[in-house]
């Protein structure tokens, strides 16, 4: 193994759960869901035209009130498309008995269609009369008049019919798509084998993968190359800067396991692989320092030798898996975006059309769930590795439950060097963990080792 060069930056993961992320894929479709569904229901009020021209209306005369100026044609015609929606009047130019006609069946009061015919005649006589400007009055005569309207209730406040939600049969298919994506994502691809059983292979022809033996082997095969300490010295200077430097990790431990450092070793090669699990120089380091250490933790060793599918996590680091399961969100929630909208679209557009643009955001909402459904399973099989405060214990120790030496050995649980834990808060030179077996204590902070962020 030679050094490599140090600067080369991982990223921390996030401490989120992968809850979150499936959240968000159908979240924002839902969203989307409940909005079209709602304008639906507003769309579909009988009252609705009504209530938009008397709030056109009311526009109007608070306007020409404000500025105090004689109405102009433009208002004298904007009132007469507002009344005519006031009193849900359908045609394009309505004449005086409509408007007389449709305020005596709503209103039911002849007095108040008398002043509406009125001032209905008024204003196209002052429109279309000759040399007729209108009066002041006009605006004090509209204003009363638009006084005798109450502005109709709502019929629905919500959406609380089947057709609002569920326009098109295609939509049973969106549902079914966002209750297997919740299912499917739970599913524990990379548990390990059971004990005895032999490694199963890919179903491809592909051999069973070497065991961690074959792979020491394999390893020394190669070359030795001596590693100065002015490389040792490098790398500490690097992870000074920033402790996310997985090549200073990696030439660390490889110096360290030269010089017989065994625990500090395992602990940088195990903090340059999670950062960077991909290619080869970082996995050579950890097999390199894990050497025939018999008490390997379990996640590692199925991502170093396990069957294919446990090692397949290993493509990307636990942050990379976020990004991508991100990514993958938003992709799967576009995709449902597109099929939702086109339900409530598709009267305004062809059969062809509406078909590709449906089954395009089937396409993309399937490609989105796999994609999703793989960065969250793989992004699980690493673990405690996945948390930002995970830690590697460099030595072994015993977890008190209080931070002070002075709790009996028998009351304390032992944990070895190489064993995983997150830590939490710190308190006099002491560090709250997590471990397996639920382990829960203080340990000395010596004996710990982050494997993100900084010291």
């Known amino acids: 193994m030679h050094p490599l060069p140090v600067g080369e930056l991982a990223a921390t993961p996030w401490s989120l759960s992968p809850f979150w992320f499936i959240a968000l894929a159908l979240g924002i479709p839902a969203l989307l869901w409940l909005g079209l569904a709602w304008r639906r229901a507003l769309l579909e009020c009988p009252n609705r035209i009504r209530r938009a021209g008397i709030k056109e209306m009311r526009r109007l005369l608070k306007s020409l009130q404000r ?19 006031v009193w849900n009047i359908r045609t ?3 004449c005086v008995g409509e408007v007389s006609q449709a305020a005596h069946a709503i209103s039911g009061d002849a007095a108040v269609t008398s002043r509406w015919r009125t001032l209905w005649q008024t204003t196209e006589h002052g429109l279309y009369g000759p040399n007729v400007q209108p009066t002041r009055d006009w605006l004090q005569d509209a204003t ?31 549902v079914v798509i966002m209750i297997g994506s919740q299912a499917l994502a739970d599913v524990p691809w990379s548990a390990p084998p059971a004990a005895g059983s032999p490694a199963p292979t890919s179903g491809l022809g592909v051999p069973p993968p ?23 010295e490098n790398a500490e200077a690097a992870l000074e800067n920033n402790w996310n430097d ?18 500090l ?13 991909t290619g080869s120089d970082t996995r050579d380091a950890l097999l390199a320092a894990l050497g025939e250490t ?4 379990r996640t590692l060793r199925r991502l170093l030798s396990g069957a294919w599918y446990e090692r397949a996590p290993a493509l990307l680091s636990p942050a990379g898996w976020q990004r991508l399961a991100l990514l993958a969100a938003l992709l799967t929630a576009a995709g449902f975006c597109v099929m939702v909208l086109s339900l409530y679209t598709r009267g305004s557009q062809s059969r062809l059309q509406g078909a590709t643009v449906v089954w395009a955001g089937r396409g993309v909402a399937a490609l989105g769930v796999i994609v999703l459904i793989a960065s969250v399973v793989s992004w699980n099989a690493y673990g405690s590795f996945a948390h930002p405060e995970a830690a590697i214990l460099i030595q072994s120790a015993n977890v008190s439950p209080v931070p002070t030496d002075l709790v009996p050995t028998e009351e304390t649980s032992p944990l070895s060097a190489g064993s995983v834990v997150i830590g939490e808060r710190n308190f006099l030179g002491w560090r709250k963990v997590e471990g397996e077996r639920e382990i829960s204590g203080w340990v000395r902070g010596n004996a710990l080792m982050p494997l993100y962020g900084s010291r």
């Open 67 to 85: 500025s105090d100026v004689t109405p102009r044609p433009a208002h004298l015609h904007a009132w007469l498309r507002a009344t005519a929606r």
């Open 92 to 94: 394009s130019a309505p």
């Open 144 to 174: 009363s008049v638009a006084a005798t309207v109450d502005m109709p209730k709502r019929e629905r406040l919500f959406p609380n019919r089947l057709g609002h939600w569920l326009p098109s049969v295609a939509s049973a298919m969106l």
């Open 210 to 232: 070497p065991t961690a033996e074959a792979e020491l082997e394999m390893a020394s095969e190669e070359a030795p190359v001596d590693f100065a300490p002015e490389v040792a």
């Open 246 to 263: 997985w090549a200073a990790h990696r030439n660390l431990a490889a110096y360290q396991t030269q010089q017989g450092e065994l625990n």
């Open 265 to 277: 070793a395992i602990a940088h090669a195990a903090a340059a692989f999670i950062q960077h699990p």
């Open 294 to 297: 018999e008490t390997v933790d």
